[in-house]
C-alpha cells in the first residue's frame, strides 16, 4: 500500500492471519508493517521484492482463516477520460461528447454524477454506495464512480453491461448504443475511473462535457 485511505489499524487485523502488510513512501509507515520504499529509479526493484516476498510467505497461508468467495462478476474498469471519449468518437467522430450532451439536452440522460469515497465500517459493507447508484441509474442518471465506490458497484453487478436490467429506460438505451457502436454489448450503467486518487479523471470529464 501506498497512499491509499488506509486505517492504521489494518496492522493489528493482519497480525490475526498470514498476512504481511508493506508500505512503501515514507509517510505512510504503519507500526509493525514492513517498509519496501518504492521511488521511480528502482521501481523493478521494489516490485520485486514484493512479489518475491509474497510468493514465499504463499506456504505459510492458514487453510482455516480462508475464505474465498466463490461469486465471479464481470466488471470493465479503468475507464479514462481519453477512453471514454474514444468510444463516443465511434457515434460521432467530428465531435465524440455531442451525442452524450444531446442525450442530456434532451432528457434521455438527466445528468452525470460522481460516486467517491470509502464504505463506512459503521454500515453494512458496501449498502449505501449500491443504494444510491441504483435509485440514480434507475432515474436515467449516468454514474462514473472511482475508489472503493467503484468496488462495491462491481460486486453487485453495476460494472457491466448486466447492470443495464436496472437503468431507466432512456439511459439504457444511450448506453446500449455506444457500446454497439464499439463492439460491445452495451457500456455499463457505472463507469470505473481508477482508484481514489484519479479523481481528476472525473472532473476533466465533468468539466468538458460542462463547458458544451
Known sequence: MDIQC?????QQVAQCYHTELITTIPYSKISGATHI????????????????????????????KISIPEEITEAYAGFSVEQIVEALSAVNKSDPLKPLVDSIASGSILGAVAIVG?????????KYNVELVMELIKNNVLVVA??????????????SPDGLKYC????????TAVGQANGL???PPALH????VDNSR???????????
Open 202 to 212: 472525473i472532473a476533466d470529464l465533468l468539466s468538458a462535457l460542462a463547458a458544451i
Open 193 to 196: 475511473m481508477g482508484s481514489c
Open 118 to 126: 470509502c464504505t463506512n465500517p459503521r454500515r453494512k459493507q458496501d
Open 37 to 64: 520504499e518504492f521511488s521511480t529509479e528502482k521501481a523493478d526493484e521494489a516490485a520485486r521484492e514484493i512479489v518475491m516476498r509474497a510468493i514465499s510467505n504463499f506456504t505459510k497461508r492458514d487453510p482455516n
Open 6 to 10: 488506509i486505517m492504521p489499524g489494518l
Open 168 to 175: 431507466g429506460e432512456g439511459l439504457r438505451g444511450v448506453l
Open 185 to 187: 454489448p452495451a457500456l
Open 146 to 159: 472511482t475508489g472503493c465506490s467503484a468496488h462495491s458497484l462491481g460486486k453487485f453487478g453495476l460494472l
